[in-house]
């Protein structure tokens, strides 16, 4: 058993997602710890090239700025459709996630932000684009 994360490792850890302020996301302390395969995309790369190198049983707290987390926000991501093009127009609410799929059989994921009687504004940027980011982990073993 390696005793540090390598690119490829599967590990059990504990971790926490949170904004800046400390606003909670995600968190497996008080938990379950998780199991993950880097390199698989189960963790976003961005997060597993914070974990690599680190040694087990270290608790560690990464302060992320958006871009060096998710990305600046990008204005050009937010598009206006009219709601009779949108899947479920009657059903849409603000702040729900919409699935497109693309032509080429590809699907992406929209966020409503704004809903008005004739059309909807659909944000494509992830989530957290734009958001500082607080990441803590602990790693409890390299399997």
Known sequence: MSSVVQANSL???????????????????????ATL???????????EK???????????VFLLEP??????????????FARSELPNPGELREMALIEFKAPNGA????????????????DFNHPLAGKAIRFEVDVIGVL
């Open 50 to 60: 914070c974990i690599i190198d680190l040694p087990v049983g270290e608790r560690t």
């Open 11 to 33: 590990l059990t850890l504990h971790y926490r997602l949170a904004l800046a302020d400390d606003t909670e996301l995600v968190s497996t302390f008080g938990g379950k710890p």
């Open 67 to 80: 871009e060096q987390a998710f990305g600046p926000h990008n204005p050009q991501l937010m598009q206006r």
């Open 37 to 47: 395969q880097l390199g698989s995309g189960e963790l976003a790369p961005v997060l």
């Open 107 to 122: 699907t992406y994921t929209g966020l409503v932000r704004e809903l008005t009687a004739e059309d909807a504004l659909i």
